[in-house]
Nanobody, 115 residues
Framework: QVQLVESGGGLVQPGGSLRLSCAAS????????MGWYRQAPGKQRELVAR???????NYANSVKGRFTISRDNAKNTVYLQMNSLKPDDTAVYYC?????????WGQGTQVTVSA
């Protein structure tokens, strides 16, 4: 059974950086377009960034120029480099395929941006 495990979250001050990792137990991350999603308290889950198998990327307007998604197919891992973090980036971050597959949702990793 394929599992996606997110890591790398934490507490960071505004303007700081974090790098999230999404490790897949199977090879799905090298087969499918992968995405990073986030859900803030009281809000719906939203797509933050996605990356195709060929490396093409797409970002939500709110994170363009600050976040970078990448993938290492050999390691079955997808990354999200987050720079210039803002309090509005506070959320639980998840990875999944794009479009999503409900059985791939993991526990996510909490990112809190606060002074």
């Amino acid at each position: 059974q394929v599992q996606l495990v997110e890591s790398g979250g934490g507490l960071v001050q505004p303007g700081g950086s974090l790098r999230l990792s999404c490790a897949a137990s199977g090879s799905i991350s090298s087969i499918y377009t992968m995405g990073w999603y986030r859900q803030a308290p009281g809000k719906q889950r939203e797509l933050v960034a996605r990356i195709t198998t060929g490396g093409s990327t797409n970002y939500a307007n709110s994170v363009k120029g600050r976040f970078t998604i990448s993938r290492d197919n050999a390691k079955n891992t997808v990354y999200l480099q987050m720079n210039s973090l803002k309090p509005d980036d506070t959320a639980v971050y998840y990875c999944n395929t794009y479009p999503t597959f409900r059985y791939y949702w993991g526990q996510g990793t909490q990112v809190t941006v606060s002074a």
